[in-house]
């Protein structure tokens, strides 16, 4: 996926809704369906998958469970691109 499909992903309150969680800790897609109780399992399958394809969450699979996780190293690259336009100290530097 490419950078505004990464965007488009972060746009949904869901999606977003399930990065919150994903921050503190890594969660199989059933402890994020029990703590997002107006979201069908379904639901967040969907989002899941969303978002897996955006690289945003990375999946890896312990036992019988798939656990996911924030991707850092895209939200690294997210911010990395909105600095370019804040005028950081880089370019007052100039």
């Not at 972060?10 to 809704?17: E, S």
């Not at 850092?72 to 007052?92: N, R």
């Amino acid at each position: 996926m490419g950078f505004s499909e990464t965007m488009k992903a972060i746009a949904d309150p869901q999606r977003r809704a399930i990065l919150d969680l994903l921050k503190k800790d890594r969660l199989s897609a059933g402890e994020i369906a029990s703590n997002l109780p107006d979201i069908s399992a379904a639901t967040v399958s969907y989002h899941l998958s969303l978002l897996k394809r955006a690289k945003l969450i990375t999946e890896s699979k312990y036992k019988n469970f798939i656990y996911y996780e924030l991707n850092a190293s895209v939200f690294e690259e997210i911010m990395l691109w909105c600095a370019q336009f804040t005028g950081g100290s880089d370019e007052k530097a100039k």
